[in-house]
């Protein structure tokens, strides 16, 4: 920051384009004598200097990239994996400097926590030194008004009876008027006799520059708490079932720093049923969704059942969390019995969607009952066809020929020790397969409402059909529109700074649009006596910054307070 | 013979590309027969001058004041230092036929544009600017808007820049009505939203902004370059920049341009994280296009920061602006076809 001589100016860095240049022949003198303090001083002033906020602004742009090339853990977690397995050697490379977490980097935070230290470091004395230009009269009028920016020059109009001094009085109050009702801050003076009005506006441009800076600083600070209070968790609800807002009721959950569970509010959230609709006239675009609605049902420890819907672009607000539906897929229902004929597993199975036509694979585990554990990898085609290969693949993505098949395997499932292990992915490495594959065996196929044999006679597995019993039709009767039920994958947030971070945004904005278009200027008009006696009025301006009307401002005030220049003509 | 809505559409936008071409060519006549006035002005100088020492008058002298020519004649009839050291040195030239065929066709390959663009809401039932070849169609479209606006609105002359512009819109107009085209198909659930219709409509807009910045920034560091030459006496080409504004007055309408589209892409940006909190249940999570969104805004803020930088206004802070826009359209392609990301909506 340099002390500028002009204390109405707005104080800038001192390489700004509009402070005062640095007189070379000082800093040279002042330099091989730098003690501790200077050095310090020296190092904040380049921190805090333009080229400095430039060179870490062009950086930051710079080192975002990266994140773009890579996959992020924070936004494609799979897609890191896949690198891993794709790239097995560059990844731990990339993976040590930190190329996974771009944005949560040393390197990149340390960019933008020296670039937030050098905005402190910027609009504080700014701020202040705009507190007291706040508070400062206008300038005196300059001597020569006509070096300044759309000098011009008008005759006073003196009326018979009057001295050209009350005249020149008289003018300069009502300039001084008109100037004030447009909105400029006014100072009268009177250099040698000659009145004067001194006027400056735009005071908002800097309030505006000011504000958009420090809204920025309230964005940074709002998301880095906003993560540490909030929480988000995940949770796959099959329709009919009920999630509670608890923890341990979520599949997964990512709390922040300074979260603790206490803060959740236990509620029921009951998915009734999940619509979903897809195109089927347009040629062009059959099965392509068109719409997702989750109905649920919402109750809270006191109070009434309510019923409500989640959409995709429409989430549910309700007991400080916020619900939203992003994605779903179908869960069908299978049951296993053993030799005995006892059941050992029933449950609606998540299946997890491959393709747009919900080709999507299941596993089912089946701990206890059997002579050993059993596992069992499906594949369910909501609308079954089949490839050239020989291989199935889904055609539509609604249920008109639903299919599962089965592939069995027996042994260790793994989860004996408590290591926990996902629901949706079967390790065959301390099992044997019995169908499928090179066994020889053919997969099990199922259609709704189907029971097969298991292999070895182990038992039998039904996939059963979920069609309700108050419909006319069932899936015996070929129609199978509700004979699998489906499951919304809901992710439930609660982010308690998120309306910070959008008023900090809002204020960017205002802020922005104010510090570039509102222009600050200054303006002067003077009663100037000329050597032979006759008084004109001068006008004449100055510009604090980018101010493209500038000379217009000038001619149009010189108009309308003494009148339209007299045409060289006459 | 039945056309469809949107066959309608193809039709324009084929019939507008054909008219831009025109106009194109048109635009580059005007150009090539600026820098012939350019060469003959200075080409009359150095008669001018010739005649002058002829005629045995001072050498030496301005002769060339009061003419329209580039260069004060000196003995080798050089464009001396004070014809440019003004900020103009620039030959007077007027709006020649084809520069006037230029715009006239311009108008009417904007006309036919708009019919394609409106023809093709029609069809779908919806805003036009939901895959990437309807970002295409409507983007570009706004880029010829802005243009014509700004040749309406503007107190300089930039009729010159419908080479740029013209050019611009007919490849990208070509290459989206060839590898990009969809046929309307209905919104899938995530674009279902009000957001659309603004996020993607002031997104486009103020890429339309950034292109004629761009235009202007480049134009503005040839002229810049032409300038320091005259200014060291070197002979510099008369090429149609003798014509054109200076690089002040040119960078000043780059600077206005571009503060446009900054504020409309923080806005853009803005827009956007509202909307993935709805739809995507997060305001912000570095998908790589809002990464690449960051980006273009980090930039086109250096670019403001730069000009308010003591010893980068001018050639360093236009170089900034140029990479803003090579970014945007970095981030309009290659981001759209070739990443991953959230943002999956070209409709390939």
């Known amino acids: ?570 | 013979m039945q056309l469809t809505l949107d066959e309608i559409s193809i039709l324009c936008v084929y019939s507008a590309m054909v008219v831009y071409a025109i106009a194109f060519i048109a635009f580059s006549i005007d150009l090539a027969k600026r820098s012939a006035a350019a060469t003959a002005a200075t080409d009359a100088a150095l008669v001018e001058a010739k005649q002058a020492v002829a005629v045995g008058a001072a050498s030496d002298a301005t002769a060339g004041t009061g003419s329209t020519a580039t260069a004060a004649p000196g003995a080798s009839a050089r464009p001396s230092k004070t014809a440019a050291g003004t900020g103009t040195g620039a030959v007077a030239y007027g709006r020649s036929p084809s520069l006037r065929v230029g715009v006239a066709m311009t108008v009417l390959a904007w006309l036919l544009h708009l019919t394609a663009d409106v023809t093709r809401g029609f069809a779908a039932g919806r805003v036009p600017w939901a895959n990437m070849y309807e970002f295409a169609l409507t983007g570009t479209l706004i880029i010829t808007t802005v243009f014509l606006v700004v040749i309406v609105i503007s107190k300089h002359d930039l009729r010159f820049l419908g080479t740029f512009v013209t050019g611009l819109v007919l490849v990208l107009l070509g290459v989206a009505a060839l590898n990009f085209y969809v046929s309307p198909i209905p919104l899938p659930p995530a674009l279902q939203s009000v957001w659309l219709v603004i996020h993607v409509f002031v997104a486009s807009a103020s890429v339309g902004l950034f292109a004629l910045g761009f235009a202007l920034s480049v134009v503005q560091l040839m002229q810049s370059r032409r300038e320091a030459l005259l200014d060291t006496a070197k002979a510099a080409k008369a090429t149609f920049l003798a014509t054109l504004p200076d690089s002040v007055t040119l960078e000043n309408l780059a600077y206005r341009v571009n503060i446009i589209g900054f504020i409309m892409w923080t806005f853009t940006l803005m827009a956007g994280s509202i909307w993935a909190e709805k739809a995507w249940g997060r305001y912000w999570g570095w998908d790589t296009k809002e990464v690449w969104t960051f980006i273009i805004w980090v930039v086109y803020a250096g670019y403001i920061h730069a000009r308010a930088t003591r010893g980068w206004r001018g050639s360093r802070s236009a170089w900034l602006a140029i990479i803003g826009f090579s970014a945007v359209l970095f981030n309009f392609t290659v981001v759209n076809l070739f990443f991953k990301g959230l943002h999956a909506y070209s409709g390939l």
């Open chain 1, 1 to 570: 920051m340099s002390p500028q001589s002009d204390p109405g100016a707005p104080s800038r860095p001192a390489d700004h384009i509009d402070s005062v240049e640095p007189d070379a022949a000082e800093a040279s003198v002042t330099g091989p004598k730098l003690g501790f303090v200077g050095w310090v001083r020296f190092g904040w002033r380049q921190l805090t200097s333009m080229r400095t906020a430039l060179l870490l602004l062009l950086l930051l742009a710079i080192a975002a990239v990266p994140g773009s090339l890579v996959p992020q853990r924070s936004s494609d977690p799979n897609g890191v994996t896949q690198y891993f397995d794709d790239n097995p050697r560059l990844a731990p490379i990339l993976d040590s400097v930190q190329m996974f977490d771009v944005y949560t980097s040393a390197w990149f935070s340390a960019i933008y926590l020296l670039l937030f230290v050098s905005l402190i470091g910027c609009i504080i004395p700014r701020t202040k030194h705009h507190f007291e230009a706040l508070r400062a009269r206008p300038p005196r009028t300059p001597v020569r008004l006509s070096r300044l920016a759309g000098f011009t020059e008008r005759e006073l109009p003196v009326s018979t009876g009057s001295t050209s001094d009350a005249a020149a009085e008289a003018s300069i109050d009502a300039a001084s008027k008109q100037l004030r009702q447009a909105g400029y801050r006014v100072e009268r003076y009177a250099l040698r006799g000659e009145p004067s009005v001194s006027a400056e506006r735009g005071y908002l441009r800097e309030t505006g520059n000011l504000v958009f800076h420090t809204a920025l600083l309230g964005v940074l600070v709002a998301v880095g708490f906003g993560g540490g209070f909030g929480f988000s968790g995940q949770r796959v609800i099959v329709e009919g079932q009920t999630f509670v807002n608890t923890l341990a009721a979520f599949d997964s959950f990512n709390p922040g720093r300074f979260f603790n569970d206490t803060r959740l509010t236990p509620y029921r959230l009951s998915l009734e049923n999940l619509d979903a609709v897809y195109e089927t006239r347009n040629q062009d675009a059959i099965g392509q969704p068109i719409d997702f609605t989750a109905h649920v049902t919402v109750q809270g420890q006191q109070g009434e059942a309510e019923e409500r819907t989640v959409k995709v672009n429409e989430p549910l607000y309700t007991h400080g969390t916020d619900v939203y539906l992003l994605g779903n897929g179908y869960a069908p229902t299978i049951t296993v019995k053993n030799a005995a004929g006892e059941v050992v597993f029933t449950d609606a199975v998540p299946f997890l969607p491959q393709d747009a036509n919900l080709t999507s694979i299941g596993v089912v585990k089946v701990p206890d009952g059997m002579p050993e554990q059993l596992g069992m990898v499906g594949f369910f085609y909501p609308t079954q066809s089949e490839l050239t290969t020989g291989a199935y693949t889904s055609s539509y993505p609604d249920l008109i020929l639903p299919v599962l098949t089965l592939n069995v395997y027996e042994g260790d499932l793994g989860i004996d020790e408590g290591t926990p292990t996902s629901v949706y992915t079967l390790d065959p490495s301390t099992m044997e397969q019995l169908t499928g594959g090179d066994t020889g065996v053919d997969s099990i196929e199922l259609k709704p409402g189907e029971t097969a044999e298991l292999p070895n006679g182990l038992g039998t597995v039904t996939f059963d059909d979920a069609t309700p019993e108050s419909s006319s039709t069932d899936a015996a009767d070929g129609d199978y529109s509700q004979s699998v039920p489906r499951f919304a994958s809901f992710d439930i947030h609660h982010d308690p700074t998120q309306i910070w971070v959008l008023i900090f945004a809002a204020l960017i904005l205002g802020g922005l649009l104010v510090s570039l278009f509102v222009p600050r200027r200054r303006m002067w008009v003077k009663a100037v006596t000329k050597p032979d006696g006759r008084v004109v009025l001068e006008y004449a301006a100055l510009a604090r910054g980018e101010d493209p009307g500038l000379e217009e401002a000038v001619t149009s005030f010189a108009d309308k307070h003494a009148g339209p220049r007299p045409s060289p003509v006459e």
